[in-house]
């Protein structure tokens, strides 16, 4: 079946370092979503991508569907503290997440 | 308006119990999902709705039940209580737009002993 992968499981950075991660998929994907939960929490929306190659952006967060539509990959530049929680990717495809990246920022 | 709630936040049971977990949603959204996520793992979805009086198998349907009698309401019930499923029971909801968007519900803190 279907999988989502996502790498790094976790990512322990510096605050002001920049954090990647990355979402692939086993087929490939109509669209994807990126949620963000943070401990304790429930996951959060963040952004949908639709188009081979689209990029997006939401202030220090750059979102990246890949061209075949297979990957796709989340950037925050500088972090913050409140950037802290675990990052999920997933498709519509019978709404399988990914495995998700927990990151922690030290200040 | 509250969104998605779910009811009770935390629950304990012994091996063998029933029990029904209510997720209600105010934003007359058509899908609704039954997810729960095991520590340090994703989210892996049990049974969805895409409507009134329809439900459907997820990924691990195994041990558990659901009902949408009202477009609001989404129940999920476990007829016989297993260890196995102790974990956190998340809902959600999204519209038939093409914004793929699930918001969630705070969540249902399940043990079972």
């Known amino acids: 079946g279907q999988q989502v992968m996502q790498i790094p499981q976790y990512q322990h950075v510096q605050e002001g370092e920049d954090f990647t991660t990355y979402c692939n998929s086993s087929t490939t994907l109509s669209n994807i979503q990126w949620y963000k939960q943070r401990p304790g929490g429930h996951p959060v929306f963040l952004i949908q991508?639709?188009?081979?190659?689209e990029v997006k952006k939401q202030k220090r967060l750059t979102f990246q569907f890949g061209e075949a539509k297979k990957n796709s990959s989340l950037h925050i530049t500088a972090t913050q503290t409140t950037d802290v929680g675990t990052y999920f990717c997933t498709g519509t495809y019978k709404y399988i997440f990914g495995t998700g990246t927990r990151l922690k920022v030290l200040a | 308006n509250a969104g998605v709630t779910q009811t009770p936040k935390f629950r304990v049971l012994k091996t063998g119990q029933s029990m029904t977990l209510l997720c209600a949603q105010d934003m007359n959204h058509e899908y609704m999902y039954w997810y729960r996520q095991d520590p340090g793992m994703g989210l892996r979805l049990i049974h969805y709705s895409v409507g009134e009086g329809t439900t459907a198998k997820g990924e691990v349907p195994d041990g558990y039940n659901v009902s949408r009698l009202k477009k609001q309401n989404f129940l999920l019930g476990l007829e016989s209580a297993a260890p196995s499923q102790t974990s956190v029971y998340f809902c959600?909801?999204?519209?038939?737009?093409?914004?793929?968007?699930?918001?969630f519900g705070p969540g249902t803190r399940l043990t079972v002993l």
């Open positions: 959600a909801s999204r519209s038939t737009s093409n914004l793929y968007e699930q918001f």
């Open positions: 991508l639709v188009k081979s190659g």
